[in-house]
């Protein structure tokens, strides 16, 4: 079975998706030739992947790189957006910026050229340098910080609130958008899984379940069938790979979750809001009708996208400047 979603939309999705995204899709990608996806070739396209729908981005008063240590000390790289105004700013880290906030890009170490779950330990050491040394490099505030990502970077953010939680990191806020929940090595078929939306939408656009599975298994290759490493890689896992068994859901950030009807992963990012919602948390929880996973990617067109962006820029301006209440 090919993971690709190319020309034509598969029949079983086309009437619930929204006929603006279809006629940018079949309009920008529909008639490009499926066949086998080199992964390095897909990583050097993946910042454009969806430029097609792409609007512009706000400017801001400088843009640099930089390192920061990750998991076991090793440097992973940064990209730090920073407003005009004088700092020092609150900061939202983005795993995968406007509001007047510091932005922090982490860019944790991949599977499967490293063993999983390496994205999540280098995204919580990042996080824990930024709150222990970002007043000092970073001209951030400390006692202001949000995460956020989409899709794998939204797993992590979701993720790493537990971890800070624990290690009494104070977060003002977590945003992510269509998160990865479950651990879907477990189902062999998309009929297998316990998700509604993995079934009704076993043939979206641009993410399908073929191409979870591929994604999938590049994880789970990263760990080692035999040898010294094997017994420490898998002890490393913990409850990464499925974060409803988190051990607790309580004591949480404050959590915006935005999910997309027409992707695979909806119900699973929907079911986990709901834990949050049980465990006493303060949770926004918001499906966007008749788009796929990467929607929020297409804000030129597609006025979900906007929205999006819109209410997750509100969300983490009002957070992160609202008064200490301590």
């Given amino acids: 079975m090919s993971h690709e979603a190319l020309n034509p939309i598969h029949p079983s999705v086309l009437p619930h998706l929204d006929p603006v995204f279809v006629k940018l899709y079949n309009d920008n990608v529909a008639n490009i030739p499926a066949g086998p996806i080199d992964l390095s070739v897909l990583r ?8 097609y729908g792409t609007g512009p981005a706000p ?9 920061l240590p990750g ?16 700092g020092p700013w609150p900061v939202h880290i983005d795993f995968h910026g406007g509001a007047n906030v510091c ?23 990042a996080l ?29 953010a979701l993720i790493c609130a537990h971890l800070a939680r ?6 003002r806020l977590v945003a992510v958008g269509t998160p990865t929940i479950d651990d879907i090595s477990k189902y062999k078929s998309a009929a297998e899984a316990p998700w509604p939306s993995m079934q009704e939408m076993e043939h979206a656009p641009t993410l399908n379940w073929g191409r979870l599975k591929w994604f999938d298994n590049l994880k789970w290759q990263s760990i080692e069938a035999e040898g010294s490493a094997r017994e420490s890689q898998i002890s490393a896992l913990k409850w990464y790979a499925n974060a409803l068994q988190a051990p607790r859901f309580d004591g949480l950030a404050k959590t915006v979750i935005y999910t997309a ?29 008749g788009v796929p996973h990467p929607f929020m990617h297409m804000d030129k067109d597609l006025w979900q996208a906007k929205d999006f962006i819109d209410l ?14 301590n």
Wanted: net charge negative.
């Fill in 103 to 125: 932005v922090i890009d982490v860019a944790y170490r991949l599977v499967p050229e490293h063993a999983f779950p390496i994205g999540i330990q280098d995204s919580f050491a």
């Fill in 261 to 289: 009807g027409c992707d695979p992963l909806r119900d699973e990012g929907e079911e986990y809001a709901r834990r949050l919602i049980k465990g006493g948390n303060e949770v926004i929880q918001k499906r966007f009708a």
């Fill in 312 to 325: 997750t820029a509100e969300h983490i301006k009002t957070s992160l400047h609202q008064p200490d209440t």
């Fill in 71 to 86: 998991h076991n000390g090793d440097l992973i790289p940064v990209r730090v957006y920073e407003p005009a105004s004088p």
């Fill in 166 to 171: 624990d290690a009494s990191i104070p977060l």
């Fill in 44 to 51: 050097t396209k993946y910042s454009v992947l969806y430029s």
């Fill in 59 to 67: 400017d801001c008063a400088r843009i640099y790189d930089s390192q």
């Fill in 128 to 156: 824990q340098y930024i709150h222990a040394k970002g007043a000092e490099i970073f001209k951030i505030e400390p006692t202001r910080i949000s995460l956020g990502g989409v899709s794998a970077g939204g797993n992590i």
